[in-house]
């Protein structure tokens, strides 16, 4: 990898600012030696067959703050949620459409508008942090999600409720 | 097809404004440019960066110092992308032939749908920027194409040089920024669509849309100015898109009715907006909503990194305290304008320099950040 520092970058120049980058720098370096990931992205791939994780990614960042796990997720939306041997949640993230059902278009003017999605494979990305309690992770689509792919579909006379999309482990291997 | 027709030959960090781990990562790959035609590639990323950087908030130096940008070097051994003669909208190419070009992405206009629908192999993409910058925050994909295209999927942002920077700066709003679509039709205002007249869901999860327009509980209520009217515009005619002009200046923030695919029920909080139109700017909501996430993404707040938990009672209060009166544009007298620039200078650099001495935390914490909170909690307590 190389490095160009643009013009603008001579900002950062303050001596000690850069003795704290370079600090930092160091300090991940020796993390990444010790391998001591602060979070893992696990990157998913979804197709009729169903979802699966096809990469795992250590990352020296740490993962954003967990959602209250103390009330219920929002009804329209997908979550990842972790959880212990126990099935006790330990982190939770609201997912931004993870399987869209509609592409977004763009006219010339910069007005958008959607289209029906004709693909039923696409990929997305949750990053959780490294917990102890780590067990697995569960994708769970909320009461009002609507999913055209198979095997996602709701029957019309099925119960509206939360269900569970894909259910993975996270102790396989050194990072999950 | 796919990694048989080209070859990623590294990657370059084009903006070092700190390590990968504690700043926002930026990664850019490029479809369908040869090895020839690397200089092109070199040119349309450098503009895709100078734009979006020149776009609020990113134009904020605490936000720009955040981030870091990538460029993966991908050569194909073709130029361009698939783009069939025809498609189910209708439409043919651009310049009237259809093309066919073995790159390493494949993308490929029309996928099914309409010709401006512009995919690439998204799985690729993202493994390939998994193992070349593992820290990554945001994917951009720019393909070899005069033809306008794009698309924007959970990972990745597309766009063709045909289309230009903005298509993908607004899919960055919907990921990792988390935004909704503000605008007010599914399928086009023109499209004379019947399904989309009234939103009849809860209150939507997304912070810059809206059922709610009760100043008091307003998600953006903060932002809205006591003499802006609640709902700012209503649509009297909820078969169709509102067509009125904006009564309020523009950028003004408030409830503007026609937001989330629909034309009534549901309100977005500028008139104008990049998630309601691309050529715009974030509105100040979703400036916001951005400036928070990369801020927090890169660990660049001073109180965060003391606290080492962004969602601390303190660190709430003091948010709240800095977003008033320290974001660039937020009023004030000339004492605080420099103090504000102060901080947009300082702040990155001193919560970095606490990330890697820890020791300083718990000083500062007790010495500063609480009786700081404190004070705040106090001075709100008087007000109410």
Known sequence: MTSDRSPEGRDIGAAWGRASIARIKAVDAVRHLLRRPRSIRLTFRFDDSGIRIIDRTPRLKPARVSEPLATPPHPAKIIAEVRSPQGAPVFRATLNDPIPQSVEIFEPDGRPQRVASVRSTGVFSVVVPVDRRADHIVIEAGENVRLAQEPFALLPEAEPRRRVLGRFPLRKGRWG | MGVADGVVTGVTQIRDRGPESTSWNLVVVGDGFTSAEQTVYQTAVDTFVTELLASPPFDESIVSNSINVFRVDVESNESGADNPATCPD??????????????????????????????????????????????????????????????????????????????????????????????????????????????????????????DTNRATLKWGNRVDATTALPTTTNSDCTQCDTQLSPVPAGTIGCFEGAFYHHCGAFRPAFDCKMRVSSFDFCRVCQDVVHGIVVQTACCFV???????????????????????????????????????AYQWFGPRLARRVLVRPRLAAPLRAAIFQPWAALLRRRAAGRG
């Open chain 2, 90 to 211: 209708g439409t043919t190419p651009f310049g009237g032939a259809a093309t066919t070009a073995a790159t390493y992405f494949d993308a490929e206009y029309c996928s099914g749908t309409v010709r401006r629908l512009l995919t690439v192999d998204e799985a690729l993409v993202v493994t390939e920027v998994n193992a070349l910058v593992p820290e990554w925050d945001a994917i951009v994909a720019i393909v070899n194409h005069y033809e306008w295209g794009g698309a924007g999927s959970p990972d990745v942002a597309v766009y063709s040089l045909g289309a230009g920077p903005d298509v993908a700066i607004h899919e960055l709003g919907h990921e990792p920024f988390g935004l909704a679509d503000e605008y007010e039709s599914y399928a086009g205002c023109s499209s004379g669509e019947t399904t989309q007249d009234n939103y009849t869901g809860g209150e939507p999860y997304e912070p810059n849309v809206t059922i």
């Open chain 2, 303 to 341: 109180a965060t990194a003391v606290y080492g938990d962004p969602w601390h009672p303190d660190v709430a209060v003091i948010r709240s305290w800095r977003d008033r009166h320290l974001a660039s544009g937020a009023p004030g007298r000339f004492g605080m304008r420099v103090l504000a620039a």
